[in-house]
């Protein structure tokens, strides 16, 4: 059965209408629908000299053959480079109407074209990004944000929120929910049994023994060590400043705070990194960049992150979406 990928357009005022334009020919067979603006990928086919053959639909249903769709919806004439309340308004029901059609199993996965979380919440979304909004209408209250290439794999304990946040939101209950959802998630999803998993300190040096802050003694070193009791393979807590030289050791790191895990990883890998929730009852990834709003209308938007995303969502789905209508 052909798999059917669902793809978010994002802000259709950035680089994403480009993205897909650039990629739509370098991605796996499958059936994509594309929940987005017609005129927004209009103007992309213009500025790129390409044309996806689409075809319009309403629902996933009604895609059966091997190909692109689109679902045109909240199709204003944007400007590109040139976000507002309104492209803030078209991403969220771009992602709105994907996200429910998941749920509903008429998609195998989604992809995630980026947002701008600025613009969003002017809209009135009230998340801080992809991530919570589809945990929370998924009801999942255990889920994790992974970025991964070949190089790195590497899990968030906190994610998006100010870093003077950071350490009210590293508890010891928390990172053995972490923990161990990555051990399921690894075997599942990647078909690591038994994963290597390092966990990072929160402090420099990893709180030096309690000199340099005391989350290390008092909640991450214990919360690790009742991990280790239970057989599973953690390693740490590890100093961040040196723990990504020995990555050729560990499956997955888990970093607690957003840049301690990213930037490493972007600097290995910022082309070829994807971006997937973790804990969702449904595939979802996404390219590790934003929306490029400076770029955007340039012809400038490398699409290798997002083929990227793409194969990965591919190869992770499961085939159990409702079967399509009738060509006969």
């Given at each position: 059965m052909v798999k059917k990928i669902g793809i978010t357009?994002?802000?259709?005022?950035?680089?994403?209408?480009?993205?897909?334009?650039?990629?739509?020919?370098?991605?796996?067979?499958?059936?994509?629908?594309?929940?987005?603006?017609?005129?927004?990928?209009?103007?992309?086919?213009?500025?790129?000299?390409?044309?996806?053959?689409?075809?319009?639909?309403?629902?996933?249903?009604?895609?059966?053959?091997?190909?692109?769709?689109?679902?045109?919806?909240?199709?204003?004439?944007?400007?590109?480079?040139?976000?507002?309340?309104?492209?803030?308004?078209?991403?969220?029901?771009?992602?709105?109407?994907?996200?429910?059609?998941?749920?509903?199993?008429?998609?195998?996965?989604?992809?995630?074209?980026?947002?701008?979380?600025?613009?969003?919440?002017?809209?009135?979304?009230?998340?801080?990004?992809?991530?919570?909004?589809?945990?929370?209408?998924?009801?999942?209250?255990?889920?994790?944000?992974?970025?991964?290439?070949?190089?790195?794999?590497?899990?968030?304990?906190?994610?998006?929120?100010?870093?003077?946040?950071?350490?009210?939101?590293?508890?010891?209950?928390?990172?053995?929910?972490?923990?161990?959802?990555?051990?399921?998630?690894?075997?599942?999803?990647?078909g690591i049994k038994n994963p290597k998993i390092a966990v990072l300190g929160l402090n420099p040096h990893a709180g030096d023994g309690g000199n340099i802050g005391n989350e290390e003694v008092e909640i991450i070193q214990p919360a690790v060590d009742s991990l280790k009791k239970e057989g599973i393979n953690v390693y740490g807590v590890l100093s961040a400043d040196t723990a990504f030289n020995r990555r050729k050791e560990f499956d997955v790191y888990l970093a607690m705070y957003h840049d301690q895990g990213l930037i490493p990883l972007k600097l290995l890998c910022f082309k070829k990194a994807v971006n997937i929730t973790l804990g969702l009852p449904f595939v979802r990834t996404s390219p590790d960049h934003g929306t490029g709003f400076d770029i955007a209308g340039k012809n400038l938007a490398d699409p290798s992150s997002f083929i990227e995303a793409v194969k990965l969502a591919h190869r992770l789905a499961k085939e159990d979406v409702q079967l399509p209508f009738s060509n006969n």
């Open positions: 357009l994002g802000d259709p005022s950035g680089i994403s209408p480009e993205i897909l334009v650039k990629s739509y020919d370098k991605l796996p067979k499958a059936i994509y629908i594309v929940y987005g603006s017609k005129k927004a990928i209009e103007k992309a086919e213009k500025l790129v000299g390409k044309k996806i053959p689409f075809k319009e639909i309403l629902f996933p249903l009604e895609a059966y053959d091997e190909g692109f769709y689109l679902i045109n919806m909240h199709d204003k004439d944007y400007q590109l480079g040139k976000p507002s309340e309104e492209t803030g308004k078209a991403s969220i029901a771009y992602l709105a109407a994907a996200t429910n059609d998941i749920l509903k199993h008429q998609l195998n996965a989604i992809v995630t074209l980026p947002i701008s979380k600025e613009y969003t919440m002017k809209a009135g979304f009230k998340f801080a990004g992809h991530t919570d909004y589809l945990a929370y209408k998924s009801k999942v209250f255990d889920y994790i944000m992974m970025l991964a290439c070949d190089e790195l794999k590497v899990a968030l304990m906190t994610t998006h929120i100010p870093i003077k946040e950071v350490p009210s939101k590293i508890t010891y209950t928390g990172i053995r929910l972490k923990v161990k959802l990555l051990v399921k998630e690894m075997e599942s999803k990647f």
